[in-house]
């Protein structure tokens, strides 16, 4: 039986969400229309169908990969110089601390599993730098795409005989759970603090 991978199949469930008018809320605060946010969901589903390349005897690539790359950039470049320079800072936090986490604590299943940390780390990074959904979202994917190029350019550096594949089907799957992973705890804290404002307003 055909099964779908989670992360299309969240994609496939977002798009669906967003035909239907939902989620507009979010849209708004990522200053996306309706157009470009289907767009960009109906790329990264069609990104995980994409091949595997081989560039070198050692090195490959996963097509699927770039779409992340290519929706990380253009959300980058289309927006104010004042969001893409908070984007940028909150991409650079949650690549160091993906790093950090992978190579100084353990390795085991939970929230800091590769999985679910970046969205964590952009989630929370974005939340403080501005509380920007544009922003966790970007970094969500660009933060794991950055790690695990510099992973592979640290495997090449070294000289090591196994294959490289950049963009692996693990790796797209780990960017899109943590793109939405980080947009949703960002707007979670954000509800929960106007609701705690909104109650204290009321309390005065």
């Known amino acids: 039986m055909f099964s779908l991978p989670l992360s299309v199949a969240l994609l496939t469930l977002l798009t669906v969400l967003l035909l239907l008018g939902l ?13 470009e946010a289907v767009i960009i969901l109906l790329l990264m589903i069609g ?14 690539l996963n097509l699927g990969g770039l779409i992340p790359f290519g929706v990380g950039i253009y959300l980058l470049v289309t927006t104010s110089t004042q969001e893409r320079l908070r984007a940028v ?42 509380r920007s959904r544009r922003s966790a979202f970007t970094a969500g994917l660009l933060g794991v795409l950055l790690v695990d190029a510099t992973s ?17 089907g693990g790796l797209f799957s780990s960017v899109v759970l943590s793109s ?9 804290i ?8 909104l109650g204290g307003n ?3």
Request: glycine share 12%; hydrophobic share 50%; charged share 15%.
């Open 180 to 188: 939405f992973l980080a947009v949703a705890l960002t707007e979670v």
């Open 89 to 130: 800072g909150v991409t650079l936090v949650t690549a160091a601390l993906i790093w950090l986490s992978d190579k100084f604590l353990p390795l085991q299943p939970g929230l800091l599993d590769p999985v679910f940390s970046g969205g964590i780390f952009a989630g929370l990074t974005a939340t403080i730098w501005g």
């Open 47 to 60: 990104g995980h169908f994409l091949p595997t390349i081989s560039l070198t005897p050692r090195i490959a």
């Open 202 to 204: 009321r309390d005065g």
């Open 152 to 168: 592979m350019l640290q495997l090449w550096l070294q000289g090591l005989e196994e294959r490289i594949t950049l963009g692996s």
């Open 23 to 35: 989620g507009q809320r979010v849209l708004d605060r990522m200053r996306l229309t309706d157009a």
């Open 190 to 197: 954000g509800e929960v603090r106007e609701a705690i404002h």
